[in-house]
């Protein structure tokens, strides 16, 4: 049933002139809906706009901001924690916190002296198992040079990446925390006379391990297709890893160490996982 008022019929606004009433419609966003729907009855009725009620405008939008540019972008996904992927982040700043800390400290950047490594929480037998047992930790986030630390950030950065939305924030923190306490105690094993070691290398070949465990149990709901992918990419790039380290100051130890401790560590995750899905099924 239209609300349009009958040709003969007057309306409040019966006396206002025409150039009043569509002020009044032209800007309904200005006056009260009532007072705009009075001048559009009136104009309707003088014939003068067509009997549909013509539909609100909008108001304009707010300029858009500025496009963040694409290296910055890329900076922040990498180094700016989320909800659901802050872990990453965090260690692959602590490292980078670490190394820097050192250099502004005046410890040499292309070569760090051992000494400097000591003080700063190396894994170094004399000291280490007798009284200080958390540079087990420590040396896990400090490294001996530019490169040594470029490699172990990328690696770091691509397995976090893969992992962190399987294992979540603070299971993948967990494993590279313990992992890196395998490969230190590990290396402290196998170098029976004495060892001075540093880097992540432990906790990221421990990384390899909880990865490898989980899709070689199937713990993870994921498809066939897609285990064998992700399989694939681990393994070719342990291999990769394990193949480029020849040069003989490389702690190979503190890398099975680490790997095995991840495998150990991933098939705990594993059977949390599938006790879960039995649950729910």
Request: charged residues 10%; proline residues 8%.
């Amino acid at each position: 049933m239209s609300d349009t008022p009958p040709a003969d019929s007057p309306t409040p606004l019966a006396a206002t002139s025409e150039a009043e009433l569509f002020y009044l419609a032209q800007h309904p966003e200005c006056y009260p809906a009532a007072l705009v729907h009075a001048a559009t009855q009136e104009l309707q009725r003088r014939g003068l706009v067509p009997t549909e009620t013509p539909a609100r405008r909008r108001p304009p939008l707010p300029p858009a901001l500025p496009e963040m540019p694409v290296a910055l972008r890329l900076v922040r996904a990498v180094f700016w924690p989320t909800r659901s992927h802050w872990a990453t982040p965090v260690l692959l700043n602590l490292n980078l916190l670490v190394f820097l800390l050192m250099v502004l400290t005046g410890v040499s950047m292309v070569h760090p002296g051992g000494a400097a490594l000591v003080a700063w929480g190396s894994n170094y037998s004399p000291l280490t198992l007798p009284g200080q047992p958390w540079r087990l930790l420590t040396s896990c986030f400090v490294h001996s040079g530019p490169g040594h630390l470029l490699l172990n950030a990328s690696s770091l950065l691509l397995l976090g990446t893969l992992a962190e939305p399987l294992l979540g924030g603070r299971r993948l923190l967990l494993a590279y925390l313990v992992c890196g306490v395998g490969g230190s105690l590990a290396s402290l094993a196998w170098h029976t006379g004495g060892v001075n070691s540093v880097g992540a290398s432990g906790s990221i070949f421990g990384l390899y391990g909880v990865q490898l465990a989980l899709l070689l149990t199937q713990a993870l709901p994921l498809e066939r297709r897609e285990r064998l992918t992700m399989l694939f990419f681990l393994l070719y790039f342990l291999v990769s890893s394990v193949a480029g380290s020849t040069d003989a100051h490389i702690d190979h130890a503190a890398h099975a160490g680490g790997l095995l401790t991840g495998l150990l560590l991933g098939g705990l995750y594993a059977a949390g996982f599938l006790r879960q899905r039995r649950q729910r099924t």
